[in-house]
């Protein structure tokens, strides 16, 4: 067995165990068989009508045509993926000759609006289908994309393989009906779906011979000591967010056992922002506020803002990724000040010991994936294509690039090479990685943990103290409310998202008095939140019986 074989990432283990054992790229060679051995055949249709897996690279002179959004990182080097060294190898195995189509950065929804009106769509097509106007069911009743439930079984094993040994994300990725509809990026471990939470100067705690805090009491206590004894005129500085699981307010809220949306509570939906305990979130917000240990600007501050305000000692703590705060800033500051350290905190909770029920969280499946048009004549071919991606040598290629180019494997394991941690032509990590993989964006493959290994051991332990909550618990999954409530459900929420966070401004800025809080939440039901509650229970009921 080679040293590839028997390296096998945890979202790809699934796959072997299924039987679906994959072959090996000799140096990210030309070609790669998956599945049972098999002779070559003229065209992808033969193969899979005989019943055997695919074969690459595929035989016919496949052409496809793929609408995909140019990320940041490849745009800054290429003007198409296919100029990449990454999309040049994707062709050399699978032998599919690709042409990519990249909307105007900006205007991918307009521009994907304007296509579906034409009808005039491509074999592929990138986006979110779960926001697509009715869901994705309404979007293969309008003949925009191919239900894939046959497709997908008899010309994608690797993928199929896959849901089958992970039923959770099985769930994920298709309608109530039972519809599959798309080749979707799914972020295949758990320690990679949390990036943010709240971070603090970890050398004035130093100072001060304060721990880190863990409870409400205890960051009262420290932003207190921030302002008094280290100057800070603005202990906490966070990034503006109405958001409930995002920044700020979910990394406070949660303290008091909800969130400021829509969660679930032992297979109950509520919504935060009328419960009992938001009037106590909202009483220590504003006590923070006239105290000032809140930044007083806090509804307009911006990244900018907040980075000066960290740097320049203005504040010790606030809430950042792991990546645009802790790395770059302890980055900018390595030179100018050698103590300055930041340190990702826990979510913070209300009694000392307890476990944080809430924090920043990603599902595995958030909605983008790679839809087959329901117009494209190559329907097979796209799928193979596409499956190769989930094959273990496409997954591979897609999280780490080509062997003894991007990546080497050390022990095993793969680890990127030089041309990536230290580009010949100076590009940036992000930029080095769009040249040869997926992973520093999105596609249609499995995410592997190990993209993340050029992190710092401060991000890495930052991550570490931010995923320590029971959010999945509590997180709503990709359901989908009912057809005919659609429009019902959004006129709701326009109203009770306006409302609530005029409110929320208001209570914590002190210029409503909390006296009032029993009035806003009967306004709140007046707007209809309770109906939402109900759309959304009926939702997650339809989802648990997928």
Same mark, same amino acid.
């Given at each position: 067995?080679?040293?590839?074989?028997?390296?096998?990432?945890? +979202?790809?283990?699934?796959?072997?165990?299924?039987?679906?054992?994959?072959?090996?790229?000799?140096?990210?060679?030309?070609?790669?068989?998956?599945?049972?051995?098999?002779?070559?055949?003229?065209?992808?249709t033969?193969?899979?009508?005989?019943?055997?897996?695919?074969?690459?690279?595929?035989?016919?002179?496949?052409?496809?045509?793929?609408?995909?959004?140019?990320?940041?990182?490849?745009?800054?080097?290429?003007k198409?993926?296919?100029?990449?060294?990454?999309?040049?190898?994707?062709? #050399?195995?699978?032998?599919?000759?690709?042409? &990519?189509?990249?909307?105007?950065?900006?205007?991918?929804?307009?521009?994907?609006?304007l296509?579906?009106?034409?009808?005039?769509?491509?074999?592929?097509?990138?986006?979110?289908?779960?926001k697509?106007?009715?869901?994705?069911?309404?979007?293969?009743?309008d003949?925009?994309?191919?239900?894939?439930?046959? !497709?997908q079984?008899?010309?994608?094993?690797?993928?199929?393989?896959?849901?089958?040994?992970?039923?959770?994300?099985?769930?994920?990725?298709?309608t109530?009906?039972?519809? &599959?509809?798309?080749?979707?990026?799914?972020?295949?471990?758990?320690?990679?779906?949390?990036?943010?939470?709240?971070?603090?100067?970890?050398?004035?705690?130093?100072e001060?011979?304060?721990?880190?805090?863990?409870?409400m009491?205890?960051?009262?206590?420290?932003?207190?000591?921030?302002?008094?004894?280290?100057?800070?005129? =603005?202990?906490?500085?966070?990034?503006?967010?109405?958001?409930?699981?995002?920044?700020?307010?979910?990394t406070?809220?949660?303290?008091y056992?909800?969130?400021?949306?829509f969660?679930?509570?032992?297979?109950?939906?509520?919504?935060?922002?009328?419960?009992?305990? &938001?009037?106590?979130?909202?009483?220590?917000?504003?006590?923070?506020?006239?105290?000032?240990?809140?930044?007083?600007?806090?509804?307009?501050?911006?990244?900018?803002?907040?980075?000066?305000n960290?740097?320049?000692?203005r504040s010790?703590?606030? !809430?950042?990724?792991?990546?645009?705060?802790? =790395?770059?800033?302890?980055?900018a500051?390595?030179?100018?000040?050698?103590?300055?350290?930041?340190?990702?905190?826990?979510?913070?909770?209300? #009694? #000392?010991?307890?476990?944080?029920?809430?924090?920043? &969280?990603?599902?595995?499946?958030?909605?983008?994936?790679?839809?087959?048009?329901?117009?494209?004549?190559?329907?097979?071919?796209?799928?193979?294509?596409?499956?190769?991606?989930? +094959?273990?040598?496409? +997954?591979?290629?897609?999280?780490?690039?080509?062997?003894?180019?991007?990546?080497?494997?050390?022990?095993?394991?793969?680890?990127?090479?030089?041309?990536?941690?230290?580009?010949?032509?100076?590009?940036?990590?992000?930029?080095?990685?769009?040249r040869?993989?997926?992973?520093?964006?999105?596609?249609?493959?499995?995410?592997?943990?190990?993209?993340?290994?050029?992190?710092?051991?401060?991000?890495?332990?930052?991550?570490?103290?931010?995923?320590?909550?029971?959010?999945?618990?509590?997180?709503?999954?990709?359901?989908?409310?009912?057809?005919?409530?659609q429009? #019902?459900?959004?006129?709701?929420?326009?109203?009770?998202?306006?409302?609530?966070?005029?409110?929320?401004?208001?209570? !914590?800025?002190?210029?409503?008095?909390?006296?009032?809080?029993?009035?806003?939440?009967?306004?709140?039901?007046?707007?209809?939140?309770?109906?939402?509650?109900?759309?959304?229970? =009926?939702?997650?009921?339809?989802?648990?019986?997928?």
């Amino acid at each position: 067995m080679s040293k590839r074989s028997r390296w096998v990432a945890s +979202s790809l283990a699934a796959v072997m165990l299924a039987g679906a054992a994959a072959g090996c790229t000799k140096g990210g060679g030309d070609e790669a068989k998956v599945g049972a051995t098999a002779a070559p055949t003229a065209s992808p249709t033969a193969t899979a009508a005989a019943g055997n897996e695919p074969v690459y690279p595929m035989k016919g002179n496949v052409k496809l045509k793929f609408w995909f959004p140019l990320a940041a990182n490849t745009s800054a080097t290429a003007k198409n993926l296919a100029e990449t060294e990454f999309a040049q190898e994707l062709k #050399k195995r699978t032998g599919v000759e690709v042409e &990519y189509i990249h909307p105007a950065p900006g205007k991918e929804g307009e521009q994907l609006n304007l296509m579906i009106a034409s009808g005039d769509l491509p074999d592929i097509i990138w986006n979110d289908w779960t926001k697509y106007p009715g869901g994705p069911e309404k979007a293969i009743a309008d003949n925009v994309i191919a239900k894939l439930n046959d !497709v997908q079984s008899k010309y994608a094993p690797n993928y199929t393989a896959y849901l089958k040994q992970h039923p959770d994300i099985d769930k994920m990725v298709k309608t109530d009906a039972g519809s &599959y509809y798309s080749f979707p990026i799914i972020k295949g471990d758990t320690s990679i779906l949390v990036s943010a939470g709240p971070s603090m100067r970890k050398d004035w705690l130093d100072e001060l011979g304060l721990p880190i805090p863990t409870t409400m009491d205890e960051w009262y206590t420290v932003l207190k000591a921030f302002k008094e004894k280290e100057g800070a005129v =603005a202990p906490f500085s966070p990034y503006w967010s109405f958001q409930g699981n995002v920044l700020p307010w979910g990394t406070f809220v949660g303290a008091y056992g909800i969130t400021k949306g829509f969660f679930v509570d032992n297979g109950k939906v509520k919504y935060g922002s009328i419960e009992p305990a &938001y009037k106590d979130f909202l009483a220590t917000m504003n006590v923070w506020f006239k105290e000032k240990l809140l930044d007083n600007n806090f509804a307009t501050l911006d990244t900018k803002t907040v980075d000066a305000n960290i740097l320049d000692g203005r504040s010790g703590a606030t !809430v950042s990724s792991h990546a645009s705060g802790v =790395a770059k800033w302890m980055t900018a500051m390595k030179d100018k000040d050698p103590k300055f350290q930041i340190v990702g905190v826990p979510y913070p909770v209300l #009694k #000392k010991g307890d476990t944080p029920q809430f924090g920043q &969280y990603s599902l595995p499946y958030i909605g983008f994936g790679a839809a087959i048009s329901a117009k494209s004549k190559n329907k097979e071919a796209a799928a193979m294509f596409l499956d190769y991606l989930y +094959s273990e040598a496409g +997954s591979m290629l897609a999280n780490f690039g080509i062997e003894g180019v991007s990546f080497a494997l050390v022990n095993g394991k793969p680890k990127y090479t030089e041309q990536i941690t230290n580009n010949p032509n100076k590009l940036p990590v992000s930029q080095a990685m769009a040249r040869y993989m997926l992973s520093h964006d999105m596609g249609p493959f499995v995410q592997n943990p190990d993209v993340l290994q050029t992190m710092t051991d401060a991000q890495t332990n930052a991550v570490k103290a931010w995923a320590a909550t029971d959010a999945a618990k509590h997180f709503m999954p990709p359901v989908f409310v009912a057809a005919d409530e659609q429009e #019902k459900m959004a006129t709701i929420m326009n109203e009770v998202n306006t409302y609530e966070n005029e409110m929320l401004l208001k209570f !914590v800025m002190g210029s409503e008095s909390l006296d009032g809080f029993d009035k806003y939440v009967a306004q709140m039901k007046k707007l209809g939140i309770d109906k939402a509650i109900e759309m959304q229970q =009926a939702a997650l009921d339809r989802y648990n019986k997928r």
